[in-house]
Nanobody, 126 residues
């Protein structure tokens, strides 16, 4: 059984930094893509960033480009998200997700991801 477990959320002030981590487990878990989504109250699930595990291509949403980073050297079944210069509008539940079917690019639609973590709350106060 595949499991994704996130950690690292919390309450911070605007301008602060935070790191989220996600580890996948399961005998058959071989991800092609691992990514992060977020969902604010009353809104849909929004793509944040993702990485091709074979090749390392990384894609960021425009809203976080230049502020959030996924390290290229994370181990195969893990993904971290370094969040800098946080803003109140970054407040959301952040979800880790994985694609285990063959793909040649990082999907931005949540419908294309096969596994999800339970989510971790990030709250940025102004």
């Amino acid at each position: 059984q595949v499991q994704l477990v996130e950690s690292g959320g919390g309450l911070v002030q605007a301008g602060d930094s935070l790191k989220l981590s996600c580890a996948g487990s399961g005998r058959t878990f071989i991800p092609y893509v691992m990514g992060w989504f977020r969902q604010a109250p009353g809104k849909g699930r929004e793509f944040v960033a993702g990485i091709m595990k074979n090749g390392g291509n990384i894609y960021y949403a425009e809203s976080v480009k230049g502020r959030f980073t996924i390290p290229r050297d994370d181990a195969g079944n893990t993904i971290n998200l370094h969040m800098n210069s946080l803003r109140p509008e970054d407040t959301a539940v952040y979800y880790c997700a994985a694609v285990t079917r063959f793909t040649i690019q990082v999907p931005t639609s949540p419908d294309l991801y096969d596994y999800w973590g339970q989510g971790t709350q990030v709250t940025v106060s102004s």
